[in-house]
């Protein structure tokens, strides 16, 4: 490479994150008017990693629109919604049917509602939570005393377990916080890291002294909130499925997009100390790495970002960046499946009446959570169909990973029949693993984030679902971040 060459960063993974980087270094080149050109390399022969919609016809007019993986994003975080307008596929986006929202929370084997005014965790409305079945009435006083318990005012980090126990008491860990916060991120509530993963409740509970204050203050502000018409659901998708946004990202793409090619190893290949015919972009003590590809070819790069599982990180800077590889090993991960399962409507007695249902680890099942899909978006499900989604393995059901699929589905039947009395044979169902597919955020995940970052060689850098964030939106915005970081640090102006 020589100085007349324009700089190249080198994106490796071609899920959400990578896909954002390679479009805000493009963004950002653009912007800033310099010549720098990207590779992007995916070793799958796909793009979009864990985003993977599936269409299914054959039912009618409308074909069944199956999620793999993620098949919504918060809409709170307004990343993803953002990159989605940029790419001009805002039309696309799909709300939550949020007038048939309701969640159940299985309770001795029977789905249970989530009292009416339960926000998150706390509750906000007296009546409907006094009168629930889902909280001992031992129970609700406990969850009570969190407005007289005085506020943790130090930022050191905590599992979610002791948080709520702290909090809130032993019975709303189990019944609602486990379910619900822990069975986002497939965590272990006794592992998993508060300030890694829900920093709000540790804000609310500093600025209010008690999360139920801080919940009625919150709901209280959106009623005096000027009416919003527009007020976005708490989820969105997007009509053809999620996909959309990892098909629209990569089409946009201009630079050199290599798929099915896997990179093997890094190494330095020369370091840049001069720069002997100064320009808009030089660097004087860079170096100069060098990719050891799959096809037997190398690319040589001025910078690398790494987009991919932080074991794999680990693995390419093992030789490199040794101390920043053991940290990265320290993230663990957990395997999840989902089992998609098609019905004609009318064979299923059960009403579908909202989301779905969430299993407390205490129910003992084997499975995690049911999705009711063409309850919970329009354009699911043909007309007179209905889509469910089983959710398996992570940390509640890990065993579930190894039963063939076989095996699996009838499982999977004999639950849906206790649960939900549904005895119809599905008209075709989809099984996808994800093997060692989600990154845990045990406590003190963020120290060993900062160490992780704070070891890595110049020109290298991490991002994505590893570090800060899993959802979607908080890979879109990681990987935002990290391009513009890039960039600033190989242009000079
Ligand atoms: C079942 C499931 C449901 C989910 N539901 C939701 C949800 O509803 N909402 C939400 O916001 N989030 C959800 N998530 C989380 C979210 O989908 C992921 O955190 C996010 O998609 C991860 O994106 P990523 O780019 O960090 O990683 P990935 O998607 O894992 O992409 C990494 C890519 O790197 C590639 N790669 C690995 N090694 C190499 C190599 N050596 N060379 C080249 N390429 C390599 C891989 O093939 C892969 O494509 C869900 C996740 C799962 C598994």
Redo the contacts with the bound molecule.
């Keep these: 490479m020589t100085n007349s060459t324009p700089l190249n960063i080198t994106i ?7 896909l954002s980087a390679a479009w805000y270094v493009q963004q950002e080149a653009a912007r800033q008017g310099v010549d720098i050109t990207y590779t992007l ?4 022969d796909r793009w979009g ?3 993977l919609t599936e269409t299914v016809d054959g039912f009618g007019a409308r074909p069944f629109i199956i999620e793999a ?6 809409s709170q975080k307004p990343w993803a919604a953002q990159l989605a307008r940029e790419l001009g596929i805002a039309d696309q986006f799909l709300p939550t049917n949020d007038g048939r929202r309701q969640t159940f929370i299985l309770h001795n084997g029977r789905p249970t509602p989530l009292p009416d005014g339960v926000m998150l965790i706390a509750p906000t409305k007296i009546k409907p939570f006094v009168q629930s079945r889902l909280i001992s009435p031992w129970g609700k006083l406990r969850m009570g005393l969190d407005w007289f318990i005085p506020p943790k005012m130090d930022d050191s980090d905590e599992t979610l377990a002791q948080f709520i126990q702290r909090r809130l008491g032993q019975e709303a860990l189990d019944k609602i916080a486990e379910p619900l916060l822990s069975g986002i991120y497939n965590a272990d509530a006794e592992l998993q890291s508060m300030m890694a993963t829900f920093p709000r409740f540790r804000d609310m509970e500093k600025e209010h002294g008690s999360l139920i204050k801080a919940m009625l203050a919150a709901k209280k502000s959106r009623a005096q909130a000027p009416p919003n018409g527009n007020a976005p659901s708490m989820f969105t998708s997007f009509k053809p499925g999620m996909e959309e946004l990892t098909l629209a990202l990569r089409e946009r793409l201009t630079g050199d997009c290599r798929l099915g090619i ?2 093997e190893r890094l190494e330095i290949r020369d370091w840049r100390l001069t720069d002997p015919t100064p320009s808009p972009i030089s660097n004087l003590q860079s170096p100069i790495y060098q990719l050891h590809l799959s096809d037997g070819s190398t690319l040589p790069t001025n910078a690398i970002i790494l ?3 932080a074991f ?1 990180a680990a693995k390419l800077l093992a030789e490199l960046a040794p101390q920043a590889a053991e940290t990265l090993r320290q993230i663990r991960y957990v395997s ?1 499946g ?1 089992v998609s399962l098609a019905y004609k409507r009318d064979e299923i007695a059960h009403p579908l009446n909202g989301f779905g249902i969430v299993i407390p680890r205490s129910e003992r099942r084997r499975i995690n959570a049911i999705t009711w899909s063409s309850t919970k978006f329009d354009h699911r499900a043909p007309e007179g169909y209905a889509l469910l989604r089983i959710f398996f393995g992570g940390s509640r059901t890990p065993q579930m990973m190894d039963v063939p699929d076989e095996a699996l589905l009838p499982i999977v039947q004999e639950e849906l029949a206790a649960m939900m009395g549904i005895t119809a044979v599905p008209l075709f169902h989809r099984i996808y693993r ?1 093997q060692n ?2 990154p845990q955020y045990d406590v003190g995940h963020l120290d060993r984030v900062a160490a992780i970052e704070a070891s890595l060689p110049p020109g290298i850098f991490v991002t ?2 590893p570090y800060r964030g ?4 908080d ?1 879109v915005k990681q990987a935002k971040d990290t391009a513009v970081n890039v960039m600033s640090k190989l242009v000079i102006e």
Aim: glycine content about 22%; some cysteine.
């Design positions: 490796i993974g071609g899920g959400i994150a990578g390399v995916e070793q799958s990693g864990k985003i993986g993620p098949d919504s994003f918060l896997k990179v987009a991919v599982p794999v999840t989902t994800w597919s989600n994505g679902s899993v959802g979607v939106p890979c």
